[in-house]
């Protein structure tokens, strides 16, 4: 079970996610979209867009600064456990709240809001529940989850596992004591990453740079 979960459901995900993202650019490229509903609702979507993105921002700078950066590298360069940990917790706690109550306001702008609902596919309603859970379980975690472990330091556990995975060497024992917030966390993480190509998260991708070199478009009267 730690072999399936820590490293085949893992590279399982990323491997779904790197071909389906291929598969849907060469052969369904008109879907490639975020199906923007401004249109049908302005206010919610405002804030909710503003503060998701604001605070998803902060939160994955986090998450690589943590998991990427080894402990040692930190402590060395005078990050030492009591600043990281404050940082960590006022930093990062701030951060989930603000990308948390985004989330909750475009979830329920997408639930409550009839026309935003009626345009909405089940890939939709599953995206955005998977995000919810992710980031209320990590904010969970980060605020309430590490008074309950004291002693327990993902820097020691959790980031080495990744940077395994990424170098093709991942150790499950690892993961084996890590508590279930922070697994509930991750496993949710790759099964989102999992279903992205097959949602308009994919619109993550399509930065409009062309945009900013295109031809005026030049609106004429017509005669008479």
Do not use: C
């Not at 940082?87 to 475009?106: E, H, K, R, S, W």
């Not at 999992?194 to 295109?214: A, E």
């Amino acid at each position: 079970m730690l072999q399936f979960l820590w490293v085949i459901f893992p590279y399982l995900m990323i491997t779904i996610f790197l071909v389906g993202h291929i598969y849907r650019y060469n052969f369904d490229q008109l879907s490639w979209t975020a199906k923007s509903s401004e249109f049908l609702e302005k206010k919610s979507l405002r804030w909710g867009s503003m503060l998701f993105h604001i605070g998803i921002l902060f939160v994955f700078a986090g998450h690589v600064f943590g998991l990427l950066i080894p402990k040692t590298v930190l402590s060395a360069v005078g990050i030492g456990e009591t600043l990281y940990h404050t940082g960590a917790v006022y930093g990062g706690g701030f951060a989930g709240i603000v990308t948390l109550i985004g989330i909750i306001i475009l979830f329920s702008r997408r639930l409550t809001n009839k026309r935003v609902r009626m345009t909405s596919d089940s890939s939709d309603i599953i995206t955005v529940v998977f995000i919810f859970l992710i980031i209320l379980i990590g904010t969970y975690n980060t605020l309430i989850g590490n008074q309950f472990h004291p002693h327990f330091d993902y820097r020691e556990t959790i980031s080495p596992w990744f940077r395994g995975l990424l170098t093709f060497t991942p150790d499950p024992f690892l993961m084996r004591d890590v508590p279930i917030g922070f697994q509930l966390h991750i496993l949710i993480s790759f099964a989102l990453i999992g279903i992205w190509p097959f949602t308009r998260l994919v619109h993550v991708w399509s930065v409009p740079l062309t945009y900013f070199k295109r031809r005026y478009i030049i609106y004429r009267k017509r005669a008479g």
